[in-house]
């Protein structure tokens, strides 16, 4: 609505949803609902715990008045190419939960944007949640470059990886305010599967995510300074990353 991008005619405050204010751990995932405040992810420990990626984005998302009025449903549904979480999610792997008085439906993250400030939610429908799948002693970690303190990313990566027997088993990274397709490097992410722990692998798929994203140039940046960008934070986010999960996650 700031940009008139939208103009409704009607206004709901769903700010009294209380319900829908919440972190915690249901099984093998981690639930956070839609109303959940910034602030809260920022000081949750159960998120600290296992994804330190959040605190690390949250801290450089906006400033205090932001985080402790705005919230993950609100960031995620505004679409926003440069937003911080849409790109944790996506690194993470989230499946996010829709609901209308129809009944609801679960969507990956990476097939939740259609576009720039388009996502799937429907003119009846509400994100409700966002499950998270637990993963025992992975690093995880969050990269991000800006003009200014809080100000949308120039350019931001995010990843998680989990290491087996000295190779990297799993991993995940985002990408945001670059253009890339459901808000990640899949092509990056499938060539470090299976690879033993190594800085030319890491700087491998690191240039991998920089050929495979589309930043345009504009007032924040030519295209291949944002792409030097995208490569420089991923060798920074997987090293973090994997030097954390070398070490147990935390």
Known sequence: MKLR??????LVDINPISDLSYIRVEGQELAIGALTRHAMLLSSEALRRHYPIFAEA????????VRNRGTIGGSLCQGDPAEDLSAVVCALGAQLVIRSSAGSRTVPAREFYLGPYETQVGPAEMLTEVRLPLRPGAG???EKVERR???WSIAAVG?????ADGRISDVGIG????????FCARAAEEALRGQPVTPE?????ADMAAAGCRPQSDQRGPEDYKRHLVGELARRAL????????????
């Open 159 to 163: 990843c998680f990886v989990t290491v």
């Open 5 to 10: 991008l939208a103009r409704p005619e009607r």
């Open 58 to 65: 949250e801290r450089v998302i906006a400033d205090p008045v």
């Open 140 to 142: 995880s970690a969050y």
């Open 149 to 151: 303190a809080g100000d």
């Open 201 to 205: 692998h890491l700087a491998a798929a």
């Open 239 to 250: 090293w973090r990353a994997t030097r954390q999960a070398g070490q147990g996650g935390v």
């Open 175 to 182: 990408l945001a305010a670059v253009n890339a397709q459901g």
